[in-house]
């Protein structure tokens, strides 16, 4: 706190408002500053003279050990320096140059800068700074010859009318000056008052004649107003007068317009009406002549499908009677074939038994006992007949004679089942030896295992035969 007090209110005699060198972090360079806070000898805040900006004081960066110190402040503004207004006055305008921390600047040379307007150099310091003078003698310690090339160290020349005429802009006119140039626009200005009264006076005289000739004018175009609204009126009343006899006539002829357009009207609704009556009459009978025909249609279209169902289910049927007639009549080809061989294999066995008699009679008695003992097994051929419906699945292939008629029926094979029968009797009962062979012969009876497909009242008569046998 006292370091404060004393930094604010001048307790330890410090320098805070004087000038010092240091280095500008916001410039990049060293650069005048201000000093606003320091304890004894101590710098501790400072103000860029060149860009404002407040920081910490830094030494400045440009100078070593072996380069002269710089000239101190006390000790700069003791030397005697040219007052900016003399300095722009007495150098050479002509080889001036606009500023910019590129270019070289030389001592007394005219520069124009962008924020501080025309000044110029008044000091050369070491480390590529100048102290430039500018208006009101602001003295800025500014960097220079930084360029690289030739063009950018010998920087931008400005002409001597664009110097001239920004000092003019700052300068300013003198007091004599402005007092001459005040009181002669005092003078314009009450010349231009006596002109202007000059000129209400005339003004006013031609308006008050102006208003007198257009009184006049009032007046009489007034009376012709008048006049014109006068006779307007009249013929307007002779117009409206006009108008309700053309619109008494006009509303008479709309009205028998009107009464013959109404007239008109129903006749030809009359007329149409008639008309659609008719129309829908010529249409209901075209109707009921359609739906009558559309029926007539469908009916031939029924009975011809009926004719045609008719006709496949009476060729179906005559196909499958046909099939019937053609597989009884191959049953009855095997039966006959089966049968003759069955009869040619008794008649051999009926031999070869005549033989074997013949040659051994002593033998005669237990010959015949055995086929006593085996007339049980002959019973086996009985029991295999229902195997015999294999061979009915292979004939299926016959339907294709179907153009057979129904002519091809016959109830004749019902007596060869018979026959058939009485012939396997009369074997039993003849010889019971002769009953072997017979055993291998069931598969002659397949045939006769078909006629129950057929749905033939001679189907049923091998279920039969057991029953007899008992």
Request: hydrophobic content about 30%; proline content about 6%.
């Amino acid at each position: 706190m006292d370091q404060i007090f004393e930094s604010h209110f001048g307790g330890n005699q410090s320098s805070n408002g004087g000038e010092t060198e240091a280095y500008c972090p916001k410039c990049r360079a060293d650069t005048t500053h201000v000093i606003l806070e320091s304890y004894g000898d101590e710098i501790r805040r400072v103000q860029c003279g060149v860009c404002g900006d407040i920081h910490s004081f830094k030494p400045p960066r440009g100078r070593d050990d072996e380069s002269p110190e710089p000239l101190s402040v006390s000790r700069r503004k003791s030397m005697k320096k040219l007052s900016w207004l003399d300095g722009v006055h007495t150098y050479d305008v002509n080889n001036a140059v606009r500023y910019s921390p590129k270019a070289l600047l030389q001592l007394h040379q005219i520069i124009v800068h962008p924020t501080f307007g025309v000044g110029y150099v008044s000091e050369l310091m070491g480390d590529n700074k100048a102290e430039l003078m500018f208006r009101s003698d602001l003295a800025r310690l500014l960097v220079h010859g930084r360029g690289e090339t030739a063009d950018e160290r010998r920087g931008e020349r400005v002409s001597g009318d664009e110097v001239r005429q920004l000092l003019g802009l700052e300068m300013g006119p003198s007091p004599e000056e402005i007092a001459a140039q005040r009181e002669r626009r005092q003078a314009e200005e009450d010349a231009e008052k006596r002109a202007a009264a000059e000129q209400r006076k005339v003004l006013e005289a031609q308006r008050r004649e102006e208003d007198r000739v257009r009184r006049e004018s009032e007046r009489d175009r007034k009376r012709k107003e008048k006049e014109d609204e006068k006779r307007r009126k009249e013929e307007d009343r002779e117009r409206l007068k006009l108008e309700k006899e053309q619109a008494r006539n006009a509303a008479k002829q709309a009205k028998e317009d009107e009464k013959r357009r109404k007239e008109e009207e129903r006749t030809r609704a009359a007329e149409q009406k008639r008309l659609d009556a008719e129309q829908k009459k010529q249409d209901a009978i075209e109707a009921k002549e359609s739906a009558k025909r559309e029926a007539e249609d469908r009916k031939k279209a029924q009975e011809a499908e009926k004719v045609k169902k008719v006709a496949e289910k009476e060729a179906g049927r005559k196909a499958k009677e046909a099939d019937k007639a053609k597989k009884a009549k191959d049953a009855e080809k095997a039966k006959e074939k089966a049968k003759k061989q069955k009869e040619g294999e008794k008649a051999k066995k009926v031999k070869e038994a005549e033989k074997a008699k013949k040659q051994k009679p002593v033998a005669k008695k237990p010959a015949a006992k055995k086929p006593v003992a085996k007339k049980t097994p002959a019973k086996k051929p009985v029991a295999k007949k229902p195997a015999a419906k294999k061979p009915v699945a292979k004939k299926p292939a016959a339907k294709k004679p179907i153009v057979k008629k129904a002519a091809a029926k016959k109830p004749a094979p019902k007596k060869p089942i018979a026959k058939k029968a009485a012939a396997k009797k009369a074997a039993a009962k003849k010889k019971p030896a002769a009953k072997k062979p017979v055993a291998k012969k069931p598969a002659a009876k397949k045939p006769a295992a078909k006629k129950p497909a057929a749905k033939k009242p001679a189907a049923k008569k091998p279920v039969k035969k057991p029953g007899k046998r008992k």
